[in-house]
């Protein structure tokens, strides 16, 4: 049964589409089926999968409202391995749609129920805001990957954020959590990095990621091309990284299920 993550954090340009298209390459590098989730009108993960954006047949919209089901609007990243769904802008029009919608909340986690057992991982690609979307993925998850960058208001938004995530979930998905907070962007020569990391380190010490994700221009050259940067260049630190992010994942949720267990 699979696992499945909302990448969510409500600030643009954090890294969360950069997470989502290298962390899915890279559980696919370590033999896990992977669907990937394009959950944002901007359709960078789509893009960044190898897949044209402008001419889909069938996006998530249209099973966000019931127009397809969700293996018709599926397609395959050849250069990623997994399994992609799609969107596009017509995704902004779901926004409003939902919103007229029975079980408006749950429509994503009513779409994945009959395909979940076919992969290990569902990632989800959030839009860079707490919408009517990101609540369904929510309401989707297992729980909630946070990519953030190491800068000064970091912390400040990260509480808000995670107290938004229990609010939704205490209503919605009570068994949704932290699955871990990811240090992305990192530049260990400034100084403000390495203060807002020990302080993450302080208040988070279990749902920090011990993998950090440096600032590598492979990564940020790889999308367009349509590639992971395991693909583009896989000697790359990005590259090498969102390997080690995928191993701490994976042990992590051994971890987990073990205790779980006892
Ligand atoms: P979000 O999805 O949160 O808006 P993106 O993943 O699109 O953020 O990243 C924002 C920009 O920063 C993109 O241009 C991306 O290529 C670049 N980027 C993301 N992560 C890194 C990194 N670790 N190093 C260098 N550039 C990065
Ligand atoms: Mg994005």
Known sequence: MAKVFAIANQKGGVGKTTTCINLAASLVATKRRVLLIDLDPQ????????IDKQTLEHSIYDVLVGECNLVEAMQFSEHGGYQLLPANRDLTAAEVGLLEMKMKESRLRYAL??????????LIDCPPALSMLTVNALVAADG???????EYYALEGLSDLVN???RIGKLLNPTLKIEGLLRTMYDPRISLTSDVSAQLKEHFPDTLYQ????RNVRLAEAPSFGMP?????KQSRGAIAYLALAG???RRQRANAHTANV
């Open 144 to 150: 909630v990957i946070i990519p953030m960058q190491c």
């Open 229 to 233: 940067a395991l693909v583009y260049d």
């Open 164 to 166: 938004s995530i229990q």
């Open 113 to 122: 129920a009959p395909i979940r057992e076919n992969y290990d991982y569902i």
């Open 248 to 250: 701490e994942l994976v």
């Open 211 to 214: 993998t950090v994700i440096p």
């Open 43 to 50: 359709g960078n993960a789509t893009t960044g999968s190898g």
